[in-house]
């Protein structure tokens, strides 16, 4: 089975890490990161690289695509080398899926239309431009598309998945191999459950770095 992550600059590293952590377990299964063009691309601070070790045009069927976020999304919207991409491959697909921003792609791309997604709690109406439903919720189905909230909720999602490919009773010993059984140290993950200067500290930030 071939698990194909779209990277590109200026990428969340966790939206593709963490999913990579969990399908990579699973029994067949390839995980490629994959870009227009081979090579490092770096995260939103530049302070680490994920490498592309294939190109798009090298795998352009796979069985699952998980399309990550990043503030680069912002810039790919508009990219028709990777949303031809995207579309070639989500015609094919078993299942296409997106971690936070990785969402806007798979809408600019016209995958989203008139269905009910999810991404990180900040570009709720940026996803709404391309006539896309959002939803506060942590994953949102629409058939064999699987949309995740912000960063950490893809994970979730490939747990879900691994579980829809290979049964729950894998999926359940993946995420004890990976001792996923978080407990956060502070409330309120969410922007309903947060402290308003909190909310706002995060919104602040993310304009410096988009």
């Known amino acids: 089975m071939d698990i194909a992550i779209p990277i590109f600059d200026r990428i ?21 990161f994959v870009a227009a063009e081979p090579g490092p691309k770096r995260t939103e601070n530049g302070m680490l690289a994920l490498q592309a070790d294939r190109a798009l045009s090298e795998l352009p069927s796979p069985e699952v695509i998980v399309v990550p976020g990043g503030f680069g999304t912002r810039a790919l919207v508009t990219d028709e080398a990777m949303l031809d991409w995207i579309r070639h491959a989500h015609e094919h697909s078993t299942w296409t899926t997106s971690v936070c ?3 806007l792609l798979l809408a600019a791309a016209g995958i989203l239309d008139g269905l009910r997604a999810t991404t990180h709690w900040l570009q709720y109406d940026l996803l709404r431009r391309y006539g896309v439903t959002p939803v506060a919720e942590r994953i949102v189905r629409e058939g064999k598309i699987i949309t995740a909230a912000g960063v950490s909720a893809g994970i979730d999602m490939a747990l879900m998945l691994a579980a829809e490919i290979a049964g729950p009773e894998l999926a359940h010993g993946i995420q004890l191999g990976i001792e996923y059984d978080p407990e956060p140290p502070f ?3 969410l922007p309903a459950t947060a402290p308003p200067e909190i909310v706002e500290l995060v919104r602040a930030r993310a304009d410096e770095l988009a």
């Open 101 to 103: 921003t990785g969402a």
């Open 187 to 189: 409330p309120g993950g």
């Open 12 to 32: 969340t590293a966790l939206d593709a890490v963490g999913p990579y952590e969990v399908l990579s377990r699973l029994p067949g299964a390839t995980v490629s």
